[in-house]
Each structure stands twice: as C-alpha cells, then as structure tokens.
C-alpha cells in the first residue's frame, strides 16, 4: 500500500496538483495510514488547532498554512514543514519538506471504514499501476511495478513482496534470476540447468547461450575448478564458480587412426593457436598429429602453436 501511495505523490507532484483550498483539509476526520495498528486520526480545525486521536488519547498541536500547498505542523514543541501536500480521491498525502521517504498518508473517516479503503486502494492501484506478479523458486509471489506502457519487466522496476519494496538482494523464478538494490532490479539473467561430470548445475546467464562469465548457482555436489564437458561438443573452464573459458570440442582422428584427439577450441569456426588438445580425458604428448594430407597440428604442453 505505501509503494503505491509513494507512486501516487510522485504523480501527483509532476502534475502540481498541489492542496491549495484549505478548507478542503479542516472540520473533518482523516485516519493515517500506519504499520504499527495504532487507530491515530488527525482534525485539522479552522482556528488552527490540530487535534490528534491516538488509541483515543488526544494530543494538541498547531498547524498554519505557509502557501499554496505547503504547511507547517507544531507537535509538542517541534515544527515539521509539509510541503508538497495533496487531496486526491479522499486520500490525503502529506510530504516532510526534502525528504522524500517521509511523508504521512491519510484517507477521510467520513467516506471509506477500514476495510472499505484496503477494497478501495486494492482496485485503485490495480487499474493506475502498471504490475506483473513473480512466482519465486520458493512459492511466494513478488510483485514488480513494470513502466507505463511496458508488458516486460526492465531494469529500474520496483519489486514488491506483501505490497512493501523489497530489501532482498536476489530473486530466482522458474527462467531467471533478478538482481536488486534498494527494492529496484538492477540486473536480469537467464536461468539454466545443465550437467557437468554427473553433477546437476545451475547457471545465472546474461544471456540465453552460455558465456564467460556466466556463474554457478546451484548445483547438488561441490565444484571443483576445472575444465567440464557439456554433452559432447561444448567445453567449459570454472574458477570459483564463474565460467572463465567456453570451447567448442571438435572430435578428429589422425590419418593413420593411432590417436582419437579432442580438440577444445576458442574460435567455433575451427583450429587456432592456442586449442588444448586431449587424448583419453588427458593432455596429448608434445608432437605432431596429422589429420590429414593437407592439415597437421603441432601440440606443445598441450596446447596448439
């Protein structure tokens, strides 16, 4: 509820709907919206007065009108300047001058009970913000609040769990895995599984083909650095669980069918300077290796040159 009154003064502000009559404010009840269940009301009276209901237990204080829109409240001695304040839909929002994480939310006692206003604000923000609900890993559900007119989420969302911006860090689904600050996703990646020597991994990718720099999430054994097969044609380096080498396997045999050679290549496209070439799961002696008439490779410390 707060992050979508929070979208509402952010609104209202762009469009300098400001609370200019006054008299739109007094003579009348308005309850503040709180987390901490206290039944607080606040009465705005025309002679300056406010008077504040907590629990029943009435507190006195002041408040006087500066300028359009702005309002200084006096309770128990102290001053708060209030100025970016407005009235919108029988909501009242009130903003602590430079501070935009402090404001206090209200809604008129005389239109909306309890329950009635959760209804209100539940069918209010459905049809203003422009949200797509996350089915975590665990089975909870995130709520993101996506830019107007966008169907997809983006950097820069807002991501919130029991209607309240998330201070998670690190979200997963069933296809991806958000990265977040501050309750705002600052990165997006691509989930996928594979097996590596027996063991089931999981990977957070930047994109949907496997790359360097891709790491490891989950996976059911322990990860020892090292070089891993993925089927029988894709190679892998891990450091730390983070893939640091990607190669393509070319399997060949030499003309004179004395050697089976695996060779891990970095450039897809073939052969280079560089390629680590294996015999049974090990580096080939130092030599040369004809594959054909026309092509040799010479291994030194198994490695192509």
């Known amino acids: ?25 007094q003579n009348k009840f308005w309850v503040r919206i709180n987390d901490k269940n206290l039944n607080e009301k606040w009465f705005f009276k ?108 983006s950097l820069g969302d807002s991501v919130l769990i029991n209607q309240k911006l998330t201070v998670l860090e690190f979200l997963e689904t069933a296809n991806n895995f958000y990265e977040l600050k501050e309750g705002e996703i600052t990165g997006i990646f691509i989930k996928d599984k594979y097996k590596i020597a027996e063991i089931n991994i999981v990977v957070k990718q930047h994109s949907k083909i496997l790359s360097v720099g891709d790491t490891i999430v989950h996976s059911n054994e322990f990860i020892h650095d090292g070089r891993y097969k993925i089927g029988s044609n894709l190679g892998i380096e891990i450091i730390a669980k983070e893939i640091c080498s990607k190669y393509s396997i070319i399997t060949c045999e030499t003309l004179n069918k004395k050697h089976c050679l695996e060779v891990w290549c970095m450039d897809s496209m073939g052969f280079s300077n560089g390629d680590l070439v294996f015999e049974n799961g090990e580096f080939v002696q130092d030599g040369k290796y004809r594959l054909s008439i026309l092509k040799t490779l010479r291994v030194v410390a198994g490695e192509i040159v």
């Open 1 to 25: 509820m707060y992050e979508y009154l929070k979208f509402l003064l952010v609104k209202l502000k762009s469009i300098d709907d400001k609370l200019t009559v006054i008299a739109l404010l």
């Open 46 to 153: 025309e002679n300056g007065e406010l008077l504040i209901s907590i629990n029943g237990n009435i507190v006195d204080g002041r408040y006087e009108q500066l300028s359009e829109g702005s309002l200084i409240v006096e309770l128990d001695k102290n001053k708060i300047l209030l100025n970016q304040n407005f009235i919108y839909n029988d909501i009242l929002l009130l903003k602590k001058d430079s501070d935009d994480s402090d404001f206090y939310a209200f809604y008129d006692d005389s239109k909306f009970n309890n329950s009635e206003f959760e209804q209100f604000i539940e069918v209010s923000r459905k049809e203003v913000l422009n949200t797509k609900i996350l089915k975590l890993a665990d089975n909870t559900e995130a709520e993101v609040l996506m830019k107007p007119n966008k169907n997809i989420i």
